[in-house]
């Protein structure tokens, strides 16, 4: 698999997975498709690319995908070998481009319309030794003699806003529906050949380049402008887009009595905006998929029950946690959730008698409902303080003003005014 990029002609489809352990054992960013040489017989070091399965077996049979997708875009796919692929540009599920970025310690969630390219980037590259163990039952290792060539790989996307976004996508598949097939591609963080392959052997994504937008809104940005009157001062301002999910940090102004939000692409959005004495959330679903948001029925006491306990049962540093708000339908939900920690810690505070700090944390969370069981889609940190004993937890308020804030060229520029009463 590793190195292949051969024209396979069928139509097969891999289901996304970001962190599924085979594709991230096969390691790369490559076309799928044919099988590459078997491994030797020899028991060789674990790591070894010999000792990969999914490098020395076949990929298995895969389900036909339906032959039109509403979601793809057109685009040009250029492979590190020189060739390239046109057609319709799409991804499993119509779901968003997700990547993560070191430096800002977050995933990107970007919807193929908004990419004008993809570039990817090899990192770092060498010639590996092959170790293979002396003998069976030995833990002693010797160099087979034979090397292999292994590959690193980051990601740049800009977007048609003209921003840039950099880092690495691992186990994503790509479709490109041609006039006489449709090609699929993974894209990988790394990849390693077989001894005796080169680096020059390990062909993989170049480039997408998408030749036009699906949507006559894809180049354009919008803002939002806020004003915060209450006790207390706007100290940032996020924004969460529905639907995929992709968060944008905004900033507060005039003194704490403004937030701004900018560069935000089309679509509709939850806010949340923090004070220096408390929280305010919004919760929405106006931009969901229909059948995920608001046109199904509102969710059953068995389902928030269930909610419950799935948040209970997620091992985190945070031993005490509570749902603080809980919203949507049986198929989907968004919850805030408050979590706490003040036992057991090792943080002391030497300035209050050496007692222990109280952690604190404050999440957003989208969860889907399969089967039985919900899954958790996509967790945001809100808020961490880390406080002295006696210190009152930071108020989370619910506000309606903050939910379904719609951004599109009929209105480029949202306006929420939010006004926050002192409690008696």
Same mark, same amino acid.
């Given at each position: 698999?590793?190195?292949?990029?051969?024209?396979?002609?069928?139509?097969?489809?891999?289901?996304?997975?970001?962190?599924?352990?085979?594709?991230?054992?096969?390691?790369?960013?490559?076309?799928?498709?044919?099988?590459?040489?078997?491994?030797?017989?020899?028991? *060789?070091?674990?790591?070894?690319?010999a000792?990969?399965?999914?490098?020395?077996?076949?990929?298995?049979?895969?389900?036909?995908?339906?032959?039109?997708?509403?979601?793809?875009?057109?685009?040009?796919?250029?492979?590190?070998?020189?060739?390239?692929?046109?057609?319709?540009?799409?991804?499993?599920?119509?779901?968003?481009?997700?990547?993560?970025?070191?430096?800002?310690?977050?995933?990107?969630?970007?919807?193929?319309?908004?990419?004008?390219?993809?570039?990817?980037?090899?990192?770092?590259?060498?010639?590996?030794?092959?170790?293979?163990?002396?003998?069976?039952?030995?833990?002693?290792?010797?160099?087979?003699?034979?090397?292999?060539?292994?590959?690193?790989?980051?990601?740049?996307?800009?977007?048609?806003?003209?921003?840039?976004?950099s880092? *690495?996508?691992?186990?994503?598949? *790509?479709?490109?529906?041609?006039?006489?097939?449709?090609?699929?591609?993974?894209?990988?963080?790394?990849?390693?050949?077989?001894?005796?392959?080169?680096?020059?052997?390990?062909?993989?994504?170049?480039?997408?380049?998408?030749?036009?937008?699906?949507?006559?809104?894809a180049?354009?940005?919008?803002?939002?402008?806020?004003?915060?009157?209450?006790?207390?001062?706007?100290?940032?301002?996020?924004?969460?887009?529905?639907?995929?999910?992709?968060?944008?940090?905004?900033?507060?102004?005039?003194?704490?009595?403004?937030?701004?939000?900018?560069?935000?692409?089309?679509?509709?959005?939850?806010?949340?905006?923090?004070?220096?004495?408390?929280?305010?959330?919004?919760?929405?679903?106006?931009?969901?998929?229909?059948?995920?948001?608001?046109?199904?029925?509102?969710l059953?006491?068995?389902?928030?029950?269930?909610?419950?306990?799935?948040?209970?049962?997620?091992?985190?540093?945070?031993?005490?946690?509570?749902?603080?708000?809980?919203?949507?339908?049986?198929?989907r939900?968004?919850?805030?959730?408050?979590?706490?920690?003040?036992?057991?810690?090792t943080?002391?505070?030497?300035?209050?008698?050496?007692?222990?700090?109280?952690?604190?944390?404050?999440?957003?969370?989208?969860?889907h409902?399969?089967?039985?069981?919900?899954?958790?889609?996509?967790?945001l940190?809100?808020?961490?303080?880390?406080?002295?004993?006696?210190?009152?937890?930071r108020?989370?308020?619910?506000?309606?003003?903050?939910?379904?804030?719609?951004?599109?060229?009929?209105?480029?520029?949202?306006? *929420?005014?939010?006004?926050?009463?002192?409690?008696?």
């Open positions: 698999m590793p190195g292949s990029v051969a024209k396979t002609g069928s139509r097969r489809l891999t289901a996304l997975a970001m962190a599924a352990a085979a594709l991230a054992l096969a390691a790369g960013s490559l076309r799928a498709g044919e099988a590459p040489a078997a491994a030797p017989a020899e028991e *060789v070091q674990k790591d070894s690319p000792a990969t399965a999914p490098a020395a077996s076949p990929a298995p049979p895969q389900t036909p995908p339906a032959p039109a997708d509403p979601a793809a875009v057109t685009g040009v796919l250029t492979t590190s070998d020189g060739k390239k692929f046109k057609g319709a540009v799409s991804l499993p599920a119509n779901k968003p481009l997700r990547l993560w970025s070191a430096a800002e310690k977050r995933f990107h969630d970007v919807p193929l319309p908004e990419i004008e390219r993809l570039t990817v980037k090899v990192t770092q590259e060498a010639m590996e030794k092959e170790f293979r163990f002396k003998e069976e039952s030995s833990r002693d290792k010797i160099y087979s003699g034979r090397e292999f060539p292994r590959q690193d790989y980051a990601v740049e996307v800009r977007l048609r806003t003209g921003k840039t976004l880092g *690495v996508v691992d186990g994503l598949t *790509v479709f490109v529906e041609g006039d006489e097939a449709r090609e699929r591609f993974i894209l990988l963080k790394k990849q390693k050949g077989q001894p005796g392959q080169t680096l020059a052997d390990l062909v993989h994504v170049e480039s997408i380049e998408f030749t036009a937008p699906a949507k006559e809104d180049r354009a940005t919008f803002s939002v402008v806020g004003a915060f009157e209450g006790p207390g001062k706007a100290q940032r301002a996020c924004a969460v887009r529905q639907k995929v999910d992709d968060t944008f940090e905004g900033q507060a102004r005039d003194a704490g009595r403004g937030f701004d939000l900018k560069d935000l692409p089309a679509g509709v959005y939850d806010l949340f905006i923090e004070t220096d004495e408390a929280l305010l959330v919004g919760l929405g679903f106006a931009g969901e998929t229909p059948g995920d948001g608001a046109d199904d029925a509102p059953t006491e068995a389902d928030k029950t269930a909610v419950a306990a799935r948040v209970a049962e997620i091992p985190d540093f945070f031993r005490e946690r509570e749902v603080l708000y809980l919203r949507g339908t049986p198929r939900a968004k919850a805030v959730i408050a979590f706490q920690r003040d036992s057991e810690s943080t002391i505070d030497k300035k209050e008698g050496g007692g222990a700090f109280i952690f604190r944390r404050i999440d957003y969370w989208t969860l409902r399969e089967g039985d069981r919900w899954l958790v889609d996509k967790r940190f809100l808020t961490r303080d880390r406080v002295t004993p006696g210190t009152p937890p108020p989370v308020i619910l506000d309606e003003r903050l939910k379904d804030v719609a951004l599109s060229p009929a209105q480029p520029t949202a306006r *929420v005014s939010v006004t926050l009463a002192r409690e008696k």
